[in-house]
Every structure is written in structure tokens, then in C-alpha cells.
């Protein structure tokens, strides 16, 4: 096959899959970090203003949610994490949504109306935070950490469920 006949039947396909895709939530990507230290040093409050340290999470595995109220992808997402957050309890599984720009009041009007059962934090002054987990240009973005506090897996982007489910059976083990 000559490289004008494959770059006429396959540039299309191609290009057609990639606009579908981002008719749907855009394209999502996966990166394996290879056991490097996720930064536990934050501090934020809570939806209900209360302090709480990622720093105090570690020894347990984590799912750690970078959201917002706004975004459909995440709403998607959510009531997969509600369910992770019962399914893993027993694994001492902690999932903690990281609301980029909402306020407080709008998250917990939100966390009320969804029945939200894990601590939903206010992301917004930190900006610090959002650029040392890459959350700054897409959402949702989650991380997956380990119980010594070394990252499995990123998913930048909506993954599907089954994605989180078979990643989070390799984090609780």
C-alpha cells in the first residue's frame, strides 16, 4: 500500500476518533509515576472549614480527586468514588475530592445533594497543590497513592470505572 493510500483511509479515522473522543470528555491519559513521592505536605480546609493534613493520610492508600461542581466528567466519576469509599472501607481507603475553584457553601450544597460519604476539600487558594499534582489545565485529574506515599497510577481525565476498579484492587494490597 502506497503512503498516500494509508494516509487517506487512516489521517480521517484517526481524526475522526479524536473529535468523537472530545465530544465525550476529551481523550484521557494514564502515566504510570514508578513509585515516586506524592506531595503530602498540603494543608487545606475542608468544605465545612476545618483543617485537615494530606499528611495525616499517609500510611493508608489514597484516591485523591481533583474536581469541580461545574465539570460533567466529574460528576460522572463521583458516584464511582461514593461507592469506592464503601467497597474499600475495610482496606482503610481514603478518597478525598479536591474542589479546584468552587466555594465552600457550593461544595457543600453539592457534597449534600449527591450524598457525598468522603471529605470534599477547598482547593482554591492552593495553587501550589494543584501544580504539584498537575491539576491545572484538566479535571477531574486523580492520583492514586500508595499506603508508604509513592504514586501508582495519574488518570488525567474521565477513566472508566472499571479503570479505578482495577487500579484500586492493586492499591489496598
Given amino acids: 500500500m502506497t503512503k498516500t493510500l494509508w494516509r487517506s483511509r487512516w489521517i480521517p479515522a484517526g481524526l475522526t476518533a479524536v473529535a468523537l473522543a472530545s465530544l465525550v470528555g476529551g481523550v484521557p491519559s494514564c502515566a504510570r509515576h514508578g513509585g515516586q513521592a506524592a506531595k503530602l505536605d498540603f494543608v487545606l480546609d475542608d468544605m465545612n472549614g476545618h483543617e485537615v493534613q494530606l499528611a495525616s493520610y499517609k500510611g493508608r492508600p489514597i484516591l485523591l480527586d481533583f474536581w469541580a461542581t461545574w465539570c460533567g466528567p466529574c460528576k460522572t466519576e463521583i458516584p464511582w468514588f461514593i461507592e469506592f469509599a464503601d467497597q474499600y472501607k475495610s482496606q482503610n481507603l481514603a478518597v478525598l475530592g479536591v474542589s479546584v475553584d468552587d466555594a465552600p457553601e457550593d461544595i457543600r450544597a453539592f457534597a449534600s445533594a449527591r450524598k457525598v460519604n468522603y471529605p470534599l476539600l477547598v482547593g ?24 508508604d506515599g509513592t504514586v501508582l497510577a495519574k488518570a488525567e481525565g474521565m477513566h472508566p470505572k472499571e479503570w479505578f476498579q482495577a487500579n484500586l484492587d492493586a492499591l489496598v494490597k
Fill in 124 to 147: 482554591e487558594p492552593h495553587r501550589d497543590l494543584r501544580v504539584a499534582y498537575e491539576a491545572m489545565d484538566v479535571i477531574p485529574v486523580s492520583w492514586l497513592i500508595r499506603r
